[in-house]
């Protein structure tokens, strides 16, 4: 008889809040039989670890510990959460310096390691990170990506859905662009079980719908959480676990993870959020849904703040 493999590996760098929330949602789930915890401050990590570790008799076994580069090996994804956030009034890309270094000095060494790894770039500013992180690696496009807008679009469809009095889980509208302050919510394509917003809205009797004040919301929502709790990491936490089982389960699904976009909507050499299909080779397919001439034009906008950033990072 056959015995059959253990589950999936997966490695976390960096055990702050939001490495610390994904580990506690992943080991949850069940979605992996290992969990190695990397951080510059290993008794944090061995505290996360430990605290993490005496759930045991209430999930499915997991075996979650603290550990080093070294201890990545045969991971199946690593997660790359290290590094500063943001301080109340700091945007995302005010991080960038301290951020890019810290992943120039522990992305090789884990390339060492973990060769063959999907590598989930989450500390910001994401679009950046992940854009320095292909060009150190070298790797494929598919196998660096960031979490990108994978949460501002979950903000926009439970503010759509709240709208409309649904399930968010039957709304389909993206967030595009950065993950920060230039990011493009794309009305025109946004709808409810198929049927067009607008035609939605008027089916049902609501009032017109406010865009501009929800795309306000949207994209200030972390610094309205930064400002009274001092951090966002519940909802990342399950982005990372979702953007884990899609790649895990070789789900294919649609997923506004950011990464290398050439030669589409006029842009060029840049890392950004677009629907893309994620599966079990990571992020396989970029799609190009059709927008408006302003969606289109907003986007090569936040292509371009972007770029500038990454320019001054010295990429
Ligand atoms: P945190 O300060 O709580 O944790 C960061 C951890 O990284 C710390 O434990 C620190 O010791 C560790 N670290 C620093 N340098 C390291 C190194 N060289 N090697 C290993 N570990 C190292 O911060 P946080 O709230 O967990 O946020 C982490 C990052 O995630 C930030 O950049 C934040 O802006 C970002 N974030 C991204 C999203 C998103 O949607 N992409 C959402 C929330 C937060």
Known sequence: MVKLSKGAKIAIIGAGLVGSSAAFSIMSSGLASDLVLVDINRAKAEGEAMDLGDAAAFIKPTNVYAGSFEDCQDSNIIVFTAGAN?????TRL???????????????????YCP?????????????????ALKISGLPFNQIFGSGTVLDT?????????????DPRNVHAYIVGEH???????????????????????????????RNEIAR?????????????????????????RICETILRDENSILTVSGMVNDVYGIQDCCLS?????????????????????????????????????KQAGF
């Open 86 to 90: 943001q301080k109340p009034g700091e």
């Open 94 to 112: 005010d991080l960038v310096h301290k951020n890019v270094n810290i992943l120039k000095e522990s992305l090789p060494q884990l390339l060492k």
């Open 116 to 132: 063959n790894a999907i590598y989930l770039i989450v500390a910001n500013p994401v679009d950046v990170l992940t854009y320095v």
């Open 154 to 166: 979950s903000r926009f469809r439970a503010e759509v859905a709240d709208y409309c009095n649904v």
């Open 180 to 210: 920060g302050d230039s990011e493009v919510p794309i009305w025109s394509t946004a709808d409810v079980a198929g049927i067009p917003l607008e035609q939605f809205s008027k089916l049902r009797g609501l009032k017109p719908i406010c």
């Open 217 to 241: 919301r949207v994209s200030t929502a972390a610094y309205e959480i930064i400002q009274r709790k001092g951090a966002t990491y519940y909802a990342i936490a399950v982005s990372i676990k």
């Open 274 to 310: 677009l629907p893309s299909i994620v599966s079990g080779f990571g992020r396989e397919k970029v799609l190009t849904i059709s927008m408006t001439e302003e969606e289109e034009a907003a986007l090569r906008n936040s292509a371009q703040v972007l770029k500038e950033v990454i």
